[in-house]
């Protein structure tokens, strides 16, 4: 299986900071990977899809970049919203396997 | 607007099998592209990804446990339904059904499933 590697695992940031988190992925997946957000006591939020691709409804403070086995997940301008976990999935092949999660928390 | 919600039992002993049934609207299950997922979360810990069922019918699990489940769709009901055997307490988790297109867009409120006796 394919081993996603985060980091970090967690952060701590003030509102209006740059938030950059990485994963990096155990073999190539070309851009099939994702990111979600998770709030605690909430399904997770698809974010981004096929690395760079921003879902409908999210805010454009929300991108993604990366191909192979390096991505990235940056939040221009942290809001207070955006505190909550964030996992990458890659969906390149079965298992399809998350990343261990970054929480983002309150500086 | 695509809706899914989970529906099951809350608790189950180990040994038990646990059947999971995932309810959705606003799509169908028959159109190309189109998949139901299964993805768990134990308490305070990482997502782990499970089992995935397509408009064709194709069915992908994880490997490590595979020998436990199942996974199954209902067009007719909009249904998909998830079984793992053996349960154990390490089983305990909340489960999350999903619609997959482009990524997981759409998911379940999700059902916490304790594994005790």
């Known amino acids: 299986a394919i081993q996603m590697t985060q980091s970090p695992s967690s952060l701590s940031a003030s509102v209006g900071d740059r938030v950059t988190i990485t994963c990096r992925a155990s073999q190539g997946i070309r851009n099939d990977l994702g990111w979600y957000q998770q709030k605690p006591g909430k399904a997770p939020k698809l974010l981004i899809y096929?690395?760079?691709s921003l879902q409908s409804g999210v805010p454009s403070r929300f991108s993604g970049s990366g191909s192979g086995t390096d991505f990235t997940l940056t939040i221009s301008s942290l809001q207070p919203e955006d505190f909550a976990t964030y996992y990458c999935l890659q969906d390149y092949n079965y298992p399809q396997t998350f990343g261990q999660g970054t929480k983002v928390e309150i500086k | 607007q695509i809706t899914l919600k989970e529906s099951g039992p809350t608790l189950v002993k180990p040994t038990q099998t646990l059947t999971l049934t995932c309810t959705f609207s606003g799509f169908s299950l028959s159109t190309s592209g189109v998949g139901v997922g299964w993805i768990r979360q134990p308490p305070g810990k990482a997502l782990e990804w499970l089992a995935l069922?397509?408009?064709?019918?194709?069915?992908r699990y994880s490997p490590s446990l595979k020998s436990r489940l199942t996974i199954t769709k209902d067009t007719s009901k909009n249904q998909v339904v998830l079984t793992m055997t053996n349960m154990d307490p390490v089983d305990t988790a909340t489960y999350y059904c999903?619609?997959?297109?482009?990524?997981?867009?759409?998911w379940g409120q999700g059902t916490l499933v304790t594994v005790s006796s």
């Open positions: 069922i397509y408009w064709d019918d194709d069915k």
């Open positions: 096929a690395a760079s």
């Open positions: 999903a619609h997959r297109q482009m990524g997981y867009g759409y």
